[in-house]
């Protein structure tokens, strides 16, 4: 027996040994990794056209310009003057109107900005025009503080333009004969005077087709009855749009630029409560200087192109006038 099983164990492990020379199976392949993705070309840095960085140069001169007070360089930072006029489209070439400039706080700006290269004209209510003797002596100081103001620099102010108008039948110029009419807070003046239809009526007359009306004001609270706040020196927006509309214009845009949450509208003098007229004087002037200038609407409205000037308005009958405020 013990002959037998020593043949039959051998055989059992060669057995083995042969099972082991089997090819080995090829191993799956690696499924392949995916490609790296492509970097994505660099975005090349925006080129400014050279006319516009020579614009927007020339803006940054002006707004240091030395002939402006620290005064008036420090409410730059109520009034926005270089994102108010980039908004209504101001660019070199073009014809300007300033309706009822007040001191000439945006006449430093523009009329150094155009000169040479467009032309500026400022439109002056005509104080023998006005409607009450106040008025009167306000508008006949006031115009030959800025006429004065433009001969005494002929550096800056040399190529402006003076023009006047009646009180109550407002006319800038020939008809269409304009690029942009401007006017910052001056319509509720005219509200008082009875011709701020007229006023827009006569923006649309002397725009060229296509032109641009810049429009800011201090701002009423939506809904407001103008009849209550006419005295605040507030207006409603959508009253202003009104205006401009019924005179043929189209608004193609609103800016919050001139914006002041912070203004509540309620004030004992109105918006002269504010800086920088501080109606009131020292009473709670911190407070007042906390909130700032007034919240403002900024509109543009156009002249559609193919659009002839509107018939000259009617004058209506004069009320008795305030003088005039900013």
């Not at 409410?75 to 009822?100: N, Y």
């Not at 030959?144 to 433009?150: D, M, N």
Request: hydrophobic share 40%.
């Amino acid at each position: 027996m013990q002959k037998l099983a020593l043949p039959f164990a051998l055989t059992l492990v060669l057995a083995a040994c042969g099972g082991n020379n089997e090819p080995a199976k090829p191993a799956a392949p690696e499924p392949a990794k995916p490609a790296a993705p492509a970097a994505a070309p660099a975005t090349p840095a925006p080129t400014v056209a050279p006319e516009v960085a020579a614009w927007e140069k020339r803006m940054d001169e002006v707004l240091a310009g030395s002939w402006r007070s620290d005064a008036n360089k420090a409410r730059d930072a109520h009034r926005h003057p270089r994102e108010t006029l980039a908004f209504f489209g101001l660019k070199p070439g073009q014809v300007v109107i300033e309706v009822t400039p007040g001191g000439g706080w945006y006449t430093e700006i523009l009329a150094p900005l155009e000169k040479g290269v467009g032309r500026l004209a400022v439109a002056l209510v005509d104080s023998e025009s006005a409607s009450s003797e106040g008025t009167k002596n306000y508008l006949a100081k006031s115009n030959a503080a800025l006429q004065e103001k433009l001969a005494g620099d002929k550096e800056r102010y040399g190529e402006v333009e003076v023009r006047q108008f009646a009180q109550g039948l407002p006319k800038f110029g020939d008809s269409n004969s304009a690029d942009v009419v401007l006017t910052f807070r001056n319509v509720h003046n005219f509200m008082n005077w009875n011709s701020d239809k007229a006023l827009f009526q006569a923006a649309f007359d002397v725009l060229k087709p296509g032109g641009v009306l810049g429009v800011t004001d201090h701002r009423a609270a939506p809904g407001s009855d103008i009849q209550k706040i006419k005295d605040s020196g507030y207006i409603p927006e959508e009253y202003v749009i009104k205006l401009a509309t019924d005179a043929g214009f189209v608004l193609e845009a609103k800016s919050e630029i001139n914006a002041n949450p912070k203004d509540t509208k309620d004030y004992e003098k109105g918006v002269w409560t504010l800086p920088p007229s501080l109606a009131l004087g020292d009473k709670d002037k911190e407070k007042y200087v906390a909130i700032g200038e007034s919240d403002r609407m900024t509109l543009k409205f156009v002249k559609p192109a193919g659009t002839a000037a509107a018939p000259a308005a009617a004058p209506a009958p004069a009320p008795a006038a305030a003088p005039v405020k900013e």
